[in-house]
């Protein structure tokens, strides 16, 4: 991912420094377990706990002649060890898959982490924000239509729990990318005792993979990119309903606009959504991770490395944009300006034809037959409304006083005032005063 849209924390955890560390830190914990067991000389073990990790730039000139990375890192490392000979015990019995997978597996975990921790600051911030407007009254849209009257903190509320699902979905698949492997050539111990696996598994806090080939099957890791691509999909349904809301015809949402800030290089009116346009670009590259990912689940026979330059790009992309479309959400949110002015003149400019549906049900109540006789009345005179401009109640009076109707304008009044579309969203909110 560029550095554009790199935080500092998420890139190091991808940096190939902090890949190093990590895996000195596997390798260094097997040796401690072959010495303990009597399978390596104990006086080896400090020696290799004490060398520094190689520099990337070390590592690189080496694997520029082998072509192998971990045999170039090995020999960069080697060379940092006093007295080298003791690096002749640093992987024994091991295969370079069992300390890729493990260490990619403490990778995963770190990044996960980082997301979590946003994802909640994200899920309070949603939920704050829709309690604040639990009483904002605006129209609902389907089909980008007016519906009926409903208000913006429900709206919002149903982000919150996705959020919060997306989250707890994330938690799930931290246990299913958490799982490392130390089990040899092709994953039958051949050459390394599985009690060293246990061993490395207890130390990082990592599951030992119930069976390994040479490499730990990819499926776990897939159900981790998926997790991140609906995440960042929530994300982009949040950025998406913003987009719509700050149109010009619309008007009801502002992202935040900061002093100095400009909109156009022609035109200095405008305010445009960029921060909702780039999380719904950035949703479009997590997503894109998953195929290429799921991908290496099948492998040749026990190993190759076809899903190796796929996670390389792949795993670290998808987190780093996550972590940026979470961080970016938060601030869209936080910095939300709501015009409850405008959302009520809009929920009032189609003349009253958004009580329709209770006005239908009136008419039932009162005796008509639905399909025959309620609906079309009622229909007839909202699309004069439509057609005319003339205020619902209106056309809706001429047409029953035409069917022989009259109509209880009291009653009217109650069914049409908006407030009462809405009563029974309490427990929801209740609900999502709960959420945490």
């Known amino acids: ?93 091991m295969t370079s898959s069992d300390l890729l997978d493990t260490a990619l597996a403490l990778q995963l975990t770190e990044a996960t982490d980082i997301l979590l921790a946003k994802a909640d600051a994200l899920v309070a911030t949603l939920r704050d924000h829709a309690l604040a407007h639990r009483a904002t009254l605006r129209v609902g849209r389907t089909h980008g239509i007016h519906g009926e009257p409903d208000v913006w903190g429900h709206r919002v509320a149903d982000f919150a729990f996705a959020m919060a699902r997306s989250r707890d979905r994330l938690r799930r698949a931290r246990e299913a990318v958490g799982v490392m492997a130390i089990s040899g050539a092709v994953g039958t111990y051949s050459n390394i005792d599985p009690a060293i696996e246990a061993h490395v598994a207890r130390e990082l806090g990592l599951a030992a993979a119930d069976v390994s080939t040479q490499v730990v099957l990819r499926d776990g890791i897939s159900e981790w990119t998926s997790a991140l691509a609906i995440m960042a999909t929530v994300c982009e349904a949040v950025a998406l309903e ?50 290429p990912v799921m991908e290496g689940i099948p492998l040749w026979h026990e190993r190759d490395i076809s899903h190796s330059s796929t996670e390389r790009i792949a795993l670290p992309d998808a987190s780093i944009a996550l972590d940026y479309m979470l961080n970016l959400t938060d601030r869209l949110m936080s910095g939300l300006v709501v015009d409850a002015d405008r959302m009520r003149a809009n929920l009032d400019s189609t003349g009253g034809l958004i009580y329709t549906s209770t006005v239908l049900l009136e008419l039932v109540e009162a005796g008509m037959s639905r399909d025959d006789e309620a609906y079309p009345l009622v229909q007839r005179a909202a699309m004069e409304t439509w057609e005319t401009g003339v205020p619902f109640r209106e056309t809706l009076r001429t047409r029953a006083a035409e069917a022989g109707l009259e109509l209880d304008e009291a009653r009217l009044d109650e069914v049409c005032r908006p407030e009462r579309f809405v009563e029974r969203l309490a427990p929801m909110f209740d609900r999502l005063a709960a959420l945490s």
Not at 4 to 16: H, I, N, Q
Not at 56 to 61: G, S
Request: charged content about 25%; aromatic content about 6%.
């Open 1 to 93: 991912m560029i550095e554009r849209y790199t935080l500092p924390e998420m890139g190091r955890v991808w940096s190939d420094a902090h890949k190093y560390e990590l895996w000195c830190r596997v390798e260094t914990l097997v040796v401690e377990a072959h010495a303990e067991a009597g399978t390596v000389p104990a006086d080896v073990v400090e020696p290799v706990r004490k060398a520094p990790p190689p520099t990337p730039e070390a590592v690189h000139a080496i694997e520029a002649v082998t072509q192998h990375d971990v045999i170039a890192f090995l020999s960069a490392w080697a060379d940092n060890t006093e007295p080298r000979e003791a690096a002749r015990f640093v992987h024994f019995g």
């Open 242 to 291: 913003v987009r719509h809301g700050q149109r010009t015809e619309v008007r009801e949402l502002w992202e935040p606009f900061g002093k100095g800030q400009k909109g156009s290089s022609a035109m200095p009116h405008k305010k445009n959504p960029i921060i909702s346009e780039r999380l719904a670009g950035m949703a479009r590259i997590v997503r894109a991770q998953i195929v």
